[in-house]
């Protein structure tokens, strides 16, 4: 499988290429070539496998002349040995037609640990073959760190060094990175905010001498990889709803569209998903756009579910290269617009094509609320604030079908958001037991200024510890 860039002038790439890769060189991001579809009989022939030889052979396509059936059979069962459900993605249902498709039970209990626990182990595979070595630079506000802290613990190709804003993550999302004291993993406390450690990461990846003597990557939602590792779980949801004899929708608490993208793959395989829901917090760009075709940036305002606290969703550009019928220069031109003007010209004409599918959805902090007292009383069920606002949409927007049943992304566990939990409902959920002794667990964080010489030094002393 080849890939190609949206943008239309990056050399394209085989599946190693993209993983290593991360952002085209042209500032596009990468696509399969052609997606990879099966029939109607292949995919019921999928039916009722564990999850982690559905994912290996799900994703095999795309990795086809890098990987074999068997390396990811063997790299999806590590992957997903560590989860806390035999079914690693359970299906919840709670009411006649709306299903939480339970995302969290990797170690960082968000959804994120699906992609990146294979990730890292899909890094170190390639990079023991090659005998190179990486060294992992990014900033997080809360669970993406976390997760890419616990997909590279440990991994013999890899060190990682993660910023996060000093005393502006909660204390359960800081300790979950700096209580991992595995030897390749090191947390910086940066003295500054968010934007602040987003910056740090752009200069070190914008020195071209610093990036290439680190070997430096990124796991961030823009690596083809993580999409890739998201599609099996829609397919095992709508497979166990009936599929491919029956269609489903799908509601997606949504940042950087990755999720909802995977979703979009999985329907280009040739699953009959006949909605996709885009549900967001108050940061509405794209319930906008899928209103009204207005796509234009406002302020970031912060909400009780900070991982949706986006207004550009990075993998947008995805949908818009196929909405655009693959039309590379015509996309890299409606980007340009963008990123000069502050608003999206997406012709009418494609904008219509996608409201045939997709519809957005949003609430604001109250509704969210509301939405978390809602769950609970009429199905008994706890959802964090997240998923809460993927279940109420489902509610909102199903499709007028009665039969079509919704699936809703629960893309974190309840007992990572205490504070909004204990506000909708008065309780405190529990941490699961793997995480039972967060709190006691021994830290361990470097504290620095805001001062990118000091930033680089210590990720030079180490990175380089562990080359020597
Ligand atoms: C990252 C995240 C999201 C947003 O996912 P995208 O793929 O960026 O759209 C939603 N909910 C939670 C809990 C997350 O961690």
């Given at each position: 499988?080849r890939?190609?860039?949206?943008?239309?002038r990056?050399?394209?790439?085989d599946?190693?290429g993209?993983?290593?890769?991360?952002?085209?060189?042209?500032?596009?991001l990468f696509?399969p070539?052609?997606w990879?579809?099966?029939?109607?009989?292949?995919?019921r022939?999928?039916?009722g496998?564990?999850?982690e030889?559905?994912?290996?052979?799900?994703?095999?396509p795309?990795a086809?002349?890098c990987?074999t059936?068997?390396?990811?059979r063997?790299?999806c069962?590590d992957?997903?040995?560590?989860?806390d459900?035999a079914?690693v993605?359970?299906?919840?249902?709670l009411?006649?037609r709306?299903f939480?498709l339970e995302l969290?039970h990797?170690?960082?209990?968000a959804?994120?640990?699906?992609a990146?626990q294979?990730l890292?182990?899909l890094?170190?595979?390639v990079?023991?073959?090659?005998?190179e070595?990486?060294?992992i630079?990014?900033?997080t506000?809360?669970?993406?760190?976390?997760?890419?802290i616990?997909?590279?613990?440990d991994?013999a190709?890899?060190d990682?060094v993660?910023l996060h804003?000093?005393?502006?993550?909660?204390?359960?999302?800081?300790r979950?990175?700096t209580?991992?004291?595995?030897?390749?993993v090191?947390?910086?406390?940066?003295?500054?905010s968010f934007?602040?450690c987003?910056?740090?990461?752009?200069?070190?990846?914008?020195?071209a001498?610093?990036r290439?003597?680190l070997?430096l990557a990124?796991v961030n939602?823009?690596?083809?990889a993580r999409?890739?590792?998201?599609?099996?779980?829609?397919?095992?949801a709508?497979?166990a709803?009936g599929?491919?004899?029956?269609p489903?929708?799908?509601?997606v608490p949504t940042?950087?569209?990755g999720?909802?993208l995977?979703?979009?793959?999985?329907?280009?395989m040739?699953?009959p998903?006949a909605?996709?829901?885009?549900?967001t917090?108050r940061?509405?760009?794209?319930?906008?756009f899928?209103?009204?075709?207005?796509m234009?940036i406002?302020?970031v305002e912060a909400?009780l579910s900070?991982?949706?606290?986006?207004q550009?969703?990075?993998?947008?550009?995805r949908?818009?290269?196929?909405l655009?019928?693959?039309d590379?220069?015509a996309?890299?031109a409606v980007m340009?617009?963008?990123?000069s003007s502050g608003r999206m010209?997406v012709p009418d004409?494609?904008?219509r094509?996608?409201r045939?599918r997709?519809?957005?959805?949003?609430?604001?902090?109250?509704?969210t609320l509301?939405?978390m007292r809602?769950i609970r009383?009429?199905?008994?069920?706890?959802s964090?604030?997240?998923?809460?606002?993927?279940?109420a949409a489902a509610?909102?927007?199903?499709?007028p079908?009665?039969a079509i049943p919704?699936?809703?992304?629960?893309?974190a566990?309840p007992?990572?958001f205490?504070?909004a939990v204990k506000?909708?409902?008065?309780?405190v959920?529990?941490?699961?037991?793997?995480?039972?002794?967060l709190?006691d667990?021994?830290?361990?964080?470097s504290?620095?200024?805001?001062?990118l010489a000091?930033?680089?030094a210590?990720?030079?002393?180490h990175?380089?510890?562990?080359a020597a």
């Open positions: 499988m890939y190609v860039s949206t943008r239309g990056a050399q394209p790439r599946f190693e993209v993983l290593l890769a991360g952002l085209a060189e042209d500032g596009g696509v070539e052609s990879p579809v099966l029939d109607a009989a292949a995919w022939a999928l039916r496998l564990p999850y030889e559905l994912a290996a052979r799900l994703i095999a795309f086809e002349g990987l059936l068997e390396e990811l063997s790299l069962r992957a997903y040995r560590r989860f459900h079914a993605v359970p299906l919840v249902q009411d006649e709306r939480a969290f990797g170690p960082t209990l959804f994120k640990d699906l990146l294979l890292g182990r890094f170190d595979h990079l023991a073959r090659r005998g070595r990486i060294t630079i990014g900033a506000s809360g669970d993406t760190g976390s997760a890419a616990e997909a590279c613990r991994r190709a890899v990682i993660i804003p000093k005393g502006r993550t909660s204390a359960v999302q800081r979950q990175m209580t991992v004291l595995a030897e390749n090191a947390n910086i406390a940066l003295e500054g934007d602040d987003q910056d740090a990461v752009k200069a070190m990846f914008g020195d001498a610093f290439e003597e070997h990124a939602s823009i690596n083809w999409i890739a590792a998201q599609i099996p779980y829609y397919a095992a709508a497979l709803l599929a491919p004899d029956r489903v929708a799908v509601a940042g950087n569209f999720n909802v995977a979703a979009y793959g999985a329907m280009r040739g699953l998903i909605r996709f829901i885009v549900a917090n940061n509405d760009i794209l319930a906008r899928l209103a009204a075709n207005d234009s406002r302020p909400s900070p991982s949706m606290d986006i550009v969703s990075s993998n947008f550009e949908l818009l290269f196929e655009l019928e693959r590379a220069e996309t890299a340009t617009a963008f990123r010209p004409s494609a904008w094509r996608l045939d997709f519809l957005g959805f949003s609430l604001d902090d109250a509704g509301e939405a809602r009383q009429e199905s008994g069920y706890l964090d604030p997240h998923s809460a606002i993927g279940i509610a909102a927007l199903a499709p079908e009665r919704v699936v809703a992304a629960a893309t566990h007992a990572k205490p504070e506000a909708a409902l008065g309780e959920p529990r941490l699961p037991p793997q995480l039972a002794d709190f667990r021994e830290e361990r964080c504290v620095l200024p805001n001062d000091a930033i680089k210590f990720v030079r002393a990175a380089r510890r562990r």
